[in-house]
């Protein structure tokens, strides 16, 4: 049986949203936890990623746990560019599909990190300097307010300025900042416990982990 001609096109972005959302749901955080005995999604801030992995595994694992998810996202990202260059917005959609993988991964009943490992990864395969910039960006904020959301969401949001500045397309432009903007929302517990003087800093969470650290 033939493919219409007319579908064609649509064929590498199907592709890559589905692998890319597939790529998306390695949970390393959980598999790690898994490994070690016990659910992530039951200790700490109950949340699937990086932090609450340095929260109930140690920074160690926090930084392997960040790796794996930056070196994944660069992979879906930068193979998109490879394998299919001549579709239009083609890695800005693949790194949609990780993040969304990401935040919703199907068998852990939709329960998973907050993207921002993920929105990183891309940033790698995009342009490495970018990836550098925003990084620092991180550890320089969370260093001088203590919160690693703060640091974290303003990288997000400095991504998507780095996409307006650098003359992506409209469809680039608006992708990428719904992907922001999901990720924001994922972070609502956070603006809420912050805005309450509920939200644990960085170096309480981590380095003084006997500590109980609400829910998330």
Known sequence: MSIDPRFLPVLPYIFCIVAGYLMGTVNFAWLIAKKKGFDIRTRGSCNAGTTNAGRTMGVAVAGLVLACDVCKAALMVW???????????????????????????????????????????????????????LLVGIAVITFLTDYMFIGTLTAAFGYWVWFLASGRSVWDLVLMLLVVALIFWKHRANFLRFTAGKELGIRASIFQSKRKVPQN
């Open 79 to 133: 193979l998109a560019g490879v394998l299919f260059r001549e579709s239009a917005c083609i890695q800005t959609v693949t790194a949609a599909a990780c993040v969304a993988g990401h935040l919703y991964p199907f068998y852990l009943e939709f329960r998973g990190g907050k993207g921002i490992a993920v929105l990183l990864g891309s940033a790698l395969a995009l342009d490495w300097r970018l990836f550098v910039i």
